[in-house]
């Protein structure tokens, strides 16, 4: 395994691989690996010749300092797990490597509903930071995939529209959720989770199996109401939203026969700690 910092070792080190006819893969993440992170190295191992991993905490996408300042790193601990799964390179540009203007270096995007419903409201200016970071990203490696997880289902609808509507060559590989044993969606926010707050999270997933049950005898308004009662009786629990939306294009439904495939999406705190986590449903 091979690391780099510098953005043009990177990029000579995967030129040469090109010209031996090789097939690079890429994996964004931002560090505090877990078994998630873990299935999308062995995704791109499976389908690539070349596994490059970046591990690089975005700071345009935090819309609060002090989440970004929590944001668990653990680098070396990091590159002993990618070590260990066979990994071929790693990435870990500084801050200055990747926004050489400095960080306000990023535009307003408007992609419709993808960029204006969900964590879009409650998270003003995320998606900027990630659209410009995943950008920047794709421009330096210049993969043939990236693999992105299903958790964050709106980044990923996002990614696929950047691709599509700016012709950049790189397919994009959604990736199925990774959940602990008790159905809790892997994430490296879990691990800020008190006792307490691990046992309530559990909910996010429960709810969302839930749904597919719950939509033979319940309207999509009934099943909103459920799962708020659900969170009311858990005094750590605050349920930011649940919606069932459009899969395609996260246009809310307000039927369960509005769309073939609908995803039915969550975001809830748990304490401080903010959680995520969907579900697809098929009509």
């Not at 000579?12 to 992170?37: C, S, W």
């Not at 993808?114 to 330096?140: C, N, P, W, Y």
């Not at 719950?214 to 009786?233: N, P």
Request: proline letters at 4%; glycine letters at 6%; one cysteine or more.
């Amino acid at each position: 395994m091979v690391i780099f910092s510098e953005p043009k070792g990177l990029r000579d080190y995967l030129l040469a691989q090109r010209k031996e006819g090789k097939r690079i893969g890429f994996v964004p993440t931002m560090g505090a690996l877990h078994n998630g992170h873990l299935s999308l190295v062995g995704k791109a191992k499976s389908s690539c010749d070349i596994a490059v991993v970046s591990i690089f905490v975005n700071p345009t996408q935090f819309n609060d300092s002090s989440d970004l300042e929590k944001y668990p790193r653990h680098v070396e601990a990091d590159c002993d797990l990618l070590k260990s799964v066979d990994c071929d390179v790693v990435f870990l540009p500084k801050v200055e490597h990747i926004y050489p203007e400095g960080t306000k270096d990023t535009r307003t995007y408007d992609y419709g509903l993808l960029t204006s419903v969900m964590e879009a409201e409650s998270r003003q200016g995320h998606f900027d930071g990630v659209i410009t970071v995943v950008r920047k990203f794709l421009q330096m490696v210049a993969p043939d995939a990236a693999f992105f997880g299903q958790k964050d289902f709106q980044q990923l609808a996002i990614i696929r529209h950047m691709v599509r509507s700016e012709g950049i060559p790189t397919t994009i590989v959604s990736c199925e959720i990774i959940r602990e044993k008790d159905g809790l969606a892997m994430s490296s926010r879990n691990e800020r989770l008190s006792d307490e707050g691990r046992r309530i999270s559990k909910l996010l997933s429960k709810c969302l199996f839930k749904v597919d049950e719950l939509r033979l005898t319940k309207s999509i308004e009934e099943v909103q109401k459920w799962i708020e009662d659900q969170f009311d009786s858990e005094p750590l629990a605050k349920l930011e939203y649940f919606c069932v939306s459009d899969a395609q294009t996260l246009e809310p439904c307000s039927s369960w026969r509005d769309a073939f495939e609908m995803v039915c999406c969550i975001a809830v705190f748990v304490g401080e700690v903010r959680l995520i986590d969907n579900q697809i449903i098929k009509a």
